[in-house]
């Protein structure tokens, strides 16, 4: 048995190739194990391969030099009655990617330890790619085939130097790839449609994808759905391969990374080495970070949130800074896992405020999904209200008072010295923001607008309505929707802000009914 790491120095291959090599099946996974170096010394994780490993690593480079694709080098190797199958739990492999680098024994996130292994690697000078100097075309598609970004290589190939449509739904990449490939053989066509649609189905069901492809001839809808239903969606390979060639530039490597957020996509010539590439790419956190903040500007849809905790100012004064802070940072802790689960995009945070972003999904209703956001947000400040009057022994309630709005607005991203907020120039997020400082005691309002948008099935499982003055006793309107105007007394110096919004017609959610398995 060898280690990675000898296995590496002998062969002169990177991690990333080794990692391909394990997933395409030409070699088997290590055998991974805990030791020590030292007597007394701590425990590493490192991965044991049969001494055979190298005499298959070098002959597979071998092929390589004899111009062989890796496409047809599996193949050989296959038809030879070599096949090993794949690793088909893509956690067995992660501890390839730095050997004798000591990972606690503790709950570390997968994301965590990516990042303590990429680090390592950068430390040693092993890297130097980025976003901005990718040198091959390369671009990123969110879940619904959209364009969100592309490079200047991939501009010049795809577009012929072209600007992208303004609109978010004129930005789909299928017809782009159609006309690229236009003079392709069909068969490399369909391959090409296949290997996007192999990392974008489990997020692109069927329904989604023929809106998708409504503007195309019906004869090519057909072969689009033929093409999607020849795709298949790995569950866990984060990383993938294929191959296509174009009829002008030649046989292609198409490598394809996924993200919460998107794929993103790059060409490679084929003859050259991908490695480099790779190696970056398993940067995952870096990389997405940098591609969301180079995100072009887009007219798009949307479902704007914003929530501001009430009586933060007198919450401050009662609570001594360190406890304020533990406070907030509990707060933001427990509610960033609610915007994550439903899409939310994060825009900025204000102390004691939040800005969030729901966009078009193509698996689920983003209106919905704000909605949604919105009430578990307030089951969850329930409990921290909970245990922070067990805590203070207090009867303070915490309150995250949330307006929600729909519209289409232009959106883009400012840079600052350590990050990017995304931002929504227009009407949509003021009215929002007015609607969270007319909300009180954790209320949620919604503006017609956004409900209205619903399906008469999704606004059916969800109680709102407007409380109105009864004759004896205040009585909650259901499904009924009044002007802010009449809602407030217009005097009262405290609502004088919201004279600009008194004709904007609301309603309160009050809670969205379980829906049967």
């Known amino acids: 048995m060898m280690t990675s790491k000898s296995l590496l120095e002998k062969t002169g291959i990177s991690r990333a190739t080794l990692n391909n090599y394990i997933n395409l099946g030409l070699i088997v996974k290590p055998e991974v194990k805990r030791v020590a170096l030292y007597d007394g010394g701590a425990l590493t994780t490192i991965g044991y391969f049969p001494d055979w490993t190298l005499e298959r690593i070098k002959q597979i480079q071998l092929l390589k030099q004899q111009g062989l694709p890796i496409s047809a080098i599996c193949q050989q190797l296959n038809a030879n009655g070599n096949s090993i199958h794949p690793p088909t739990d893509i956690e067995n492999t992660k501890y390839l990617i730095a050997d004798n680098v000591d990972l606690p024994e503790n709950n570390l996130t997968s994301d965590a330890v990516t990042e303590k292994r990429n680090s390592s690697l950068y430390n040693k000078g092993q890297l130097s790619l980025s976003v901005d100097n990718i040198p091959y075309p390369a671009y990123m598609i969110n879940y619904d085939c959209g364009l969100i970004w592309i490079n200047e290589a991939a501009q010049k190939l795809f577009l012929n130097n072209s600007s992208l449509p303004v609109r978010a739904e004129d930005r789909s990449i299928i017809p782009v790839l159609l006309d690229w490939a236009d003079s392709s053989a069909n068969y490399q066509k369909e391959n ?7 990392v974008l189905k489990n997020r692109l069901h069927q329904e989604a994808f023929t809106k998708n492809i409504a503007t195309f ?29 174009h009829a002008d530039i030649g046989n292609q490597r198409i490598v394809a990374i996924s993200f919460r957020e998107g794929v993103l996509f790059t060409y490679i010539p084929e003859l050259e080495d991908a490695d480099k590439v790779i190696d970056w790419l398993s940067r995952r956190d870096a990389v997405i970070r940098t591609l969301l903040s180079q995100q072009l500007p887009v007219m798009t849809p949307l479902a704007a949130l914003v929530a501001d905790l009430q009586d933060s100012v007198r919450i401050c004064s009662e609570l001594p800074p360190d406890e304020y802070f533990q406070l907030i940072n509990q707060i933001w802790s427990s509610l960033d896992p609610i915007f994550r689960k ?15 972003y729901f966009f078009p999904q193509p698996d689920n209703n983003y209106l919905m999904n704000a909605i949604l956001c919105a009430c578990e947000i307030r089951q969850t400040m329930k409990t921290i209200t909970h245990q922070w009057m067990i805590k203070k022994g207090w009867s303070n309630q915490l309150y995250m008072n949330i307006g929600l709005n729909e519209g289409q607005e ?22 929002c923001s007015r609607l969270s400082d007319f909300a009180r005691l954790g209320k949620i309002w919604a503006t017609k607008n956004l409900v209205s948008k619903l399906s008469p099935s999704e606004r059916e499982i969800i109680d709102y309505g407007v409380t109105r003055d009864g004759v004896d006793q205040v009585l909650f309107v259901s499904k009924t929707y009044a002007q802010i105007s009449t809602l407030f007394d217009r005097d009262d110096p405290r609502h004088k802000k919201l004279t600009d919004i008194s004709s904007l017609v609301v309603t309160e959610i009050q809670a969205v009914k379980s829906i049967a398995p």
């Open 217 to 245: 001839k019906q004869d090519r809808q057909q072969w689009l759905i033929h093409c999607y239903d020849l795709a298949s969606a790995p569950e866990n390979s984060l990383v993938q391969d294929s191959f296509f060639n």
């Open 410 to 431: 232009w959106l883009g991203t400012f840079k600052t010295n350590t990050s990017y907020e995304f931002v929504v120039l227009g009407q949509t997020i003021n009215v």
């Open 342 to 356: 439903y899409y939310g995009t994060y825009g900025k945070h204000t102390g004691d405020g939040m800005v969030y």
């Open 192 to 198: 090409l449609l296949i290997s996007h649609f192999n």
